[in-house]
């Protein structure tokens, strides 16, 4: 297998998608790179960051629709042709842009299997960019996944690498029911996301986490780009005898809770590390989540690593600030593990 970009993974769920069932049809802002614009006369580029390079010219404009900027507008087509038979992968550019077409991803799609009486399917895909480190400033840096999670008849997913990106969006694609598909936009070419990824199709159920380090001492539970923070972190602890269970959930939507239960109960301590919310956000679910089922296995307080609760800021080193780091993680860790992370003796009793 060669091993493809984050970015590469993406580009390959779509078109092999596209290739197999002809109802699949993407549409959003952009698509299609400027195909058809003054003097523009091939695609060029496919969306602002290339994932949809090529579409327009292997299958037309029918199924490949660029659209002015009207979140609204192409979302409502969209979820309209998602209940009328097709698979149409929508792209919200930045998930920012919510605000634009939030009622239909709160009131009409998620809703339509239940207030049908289950005879309605949606099988409505929404791609759309998280994240900050890239100086976009406050509207276009968020990671909104919480939001998305609380909305009962949505599925969300988060993958962390190529490999998990292709196989969850040929499964989100596949799938009867309305997902939000997030990317974060640090992944496209981060090392660390790239792997070996198959040349053909392959989907992975939802609701399974990966475990990507184990361990005995402590459970850390992370997403998107903060779990390749959090891996990279425990590899340090690892060699200060250190070792951690490294869980990235993969979807929040359905949640892997018995795979974090498992491992908190196994470990007895837990952190967990989110780009989201730092009030009512992902970390704070999980957290819940374990207090409220396996509470006496806890040998430390849970420990949460997320921003602060403000705006991202567009100033690079005040983002950088922002954004929960590797150093926060392993502070986070000596803390149930009852070592000060100032001396990295243990703490006083």
Same mark, same amino acid.
């Not at 005995?216 to 200060?240: N, Q």
């Given at each position: 297998?060669?091993?493809?970009?984050?970015?590469?993974?993406?580009?390959?769920?779509?078109?092999?998608?596209?290739?197999?069932?002809?109802?699949?049809?993407?549409?959003?802002?952009?698509?299609?790179?400027?195909?058809?614009?003054?003097?523009?006369?091939?695609?060029?580029?496919?969306?602002?960051?290339?994932?949809?390079?090529?579409?327009?010219?292997?299958?037309?404009?029918?199924?490949?629709?660029?659209?002015?900027?009207?979140?609204?507008?192409?979302?409502?087509?969209?979820?309209?042709?998602?209940?009328?038979?097709?698979?149409?992968?929508?792209?919200?550019?930045?998930?920012?842009?919510?605000?634009?077409?939030?009622?239909?991803?709160?009131?009409?799609?998620?809703?339509?299997?239940?207030?049908?009486?289950?005879?309605?399917? *949606?099988?409505?895909? /929404?791609?759309?960019?998280? =994240? @900050?480190?890239?100086?976009?400033? $406050?509207?276009?840096?968020?990671? !909104?996944?919480?939001?998305?999670?609380?909305?009962?008849?949505?599925?969300?997913?988060?993958?962390?690498?190529?490999?998990?990106?292709?196989?969850?969006?040929?499964?989100?694609?596949?799938?009867?029911?309305?997902?939000?598909?997030?990317?974060?936009?640090?992944?496209?070419?981060?090392?660390?996301?790239?792997?070996?990824?198959?040349?053909?199709?392959?989907?992975?159920?939802?609701?399974?986490?990966?475990?990507?380090?184990?361990?005995?001492?402590?459970?850390?539970?992370?997403?998107?780009?903060?779990?390749?923070?959090?891996?990279?972190?425990?590899?340090?602890?690892?060699?200060?005898?250190?070792?951690?269970?490294?869980?990235?959930?993969?979807?929040?939507?359905?949640?892997?809770?018995?795979?974090?239960?498992?491992?908190?109960?196994? *470990?007895?301590?837990? /952190?967990?590390?989110?780009? =989201? @919310?730092?009030?009512?956000?992902? $970390?704070?679910?999980?957290?819940? !989540?374990?207090?409220?089922?396996?509470?006496?296995?806890?040998?430390?307080?849970?420990?949460?690593?997320?921003?602060?609760?403000?705006?991202?800021?567009?100033?690079?080193?005040?983002?950088?600030?922002?954004?929960?780091?590797?150093?926060?993680?392993?502070?986070?860790?000596?803390?149930?593990?009852?070592?000060?992370?100032?001396?990295?003796?243990?703490?006083?009793?």
């Amino acid at each position: 297998m060669a091993e493809k970009s984050y970015r590469q993974g993406i580009a390959e769920a779509l078109r092999a998608e596209m290739q197999r069932d002809e109802n699949v049809f993407v549409i959003g802002t952009d698509v299609s790179g400027g195909k058809g614009c003054p003097g523009q006369t091939t695609d060029v580029a496919g969306g602002v960051l290339g994932i949809t390079k090529g579409l327009a010219l292997e299958f037309g404009d029918e199924r490949v629709i660029d659209t002015p900027i009207a979140e609204m507008g192409y979302m409502g087509i969209a979820a309209g042709a998602a209940a009328s038979g097709m698979r149409p992968v929508a792209e919200l550019m930045f998930n920012d842009f919510i605000g634009s077409c939030f009622d239909i991803l709160l009131n009409q799609v998620p809703k339509f299997r239940y207030m049908f009486g289950g005879k309605a399917v *949606t099988p409505l895909t /929404v791609r759309t960019m998280i =994240g @900050a480190g890239a100086s976009a400033a $406050a509207q276009h840096s968020q990671s !909104l996944h919480a939001m998305f999670t609380s909305i009962p008849g949505l599925k969300v997913v988060v993958p962390s690498n190529a490999y998990d990106a292709k196989g969850l969006l040929i499964q989100s694609i596949r799938d009867d029911d309305p997902v939000v598909f997030m990317e974060h936009k640090a992944l496209y070419d981060l090392p660390s996301a790239a792997c070996e990824v198959p040349d053909e199709a392959y989907a992975i159920p939802f609701g399974e986490a990966n475990f990507l380090m184990e361990g005995e001492h402590v459970t850390i539970v992370a997403l998107g780009l903060m779990a390749h923070v959090a891996l990279g972190t425990a590899a340090e602890l690892a060699k200060k005898g250190i070792t951690c269970d490294v869980i990235d959930p993969r979807t929040t939507s359905p949640l892997d809770e018995e795979s974090i239960l498992e491992s908190v109960e196994s *470990t007895g301590r837990l /952190v967990i590390v989110d780009e =989201g @919310a730092a009030r009512c956000g992902f $970390a704070h679910d999980v957290a819940a !989540l374990v207090a409220q089922n396996v509470f006496g296995a806890l040998k430390a307080p849970i420990k949460l690593v997320t921003p602060p609760h403000c705006p991202t800021p567009f100033s690079s080193p005040l983002e950088q600030a922002w954004l929960p780091g590797g150093e926060q993680v392993a502070a986070a860790v000596m803390e149930v593990m009852g070592i000060d992370p100032a001396s990295a003796a243990p703490a006083a009793a």
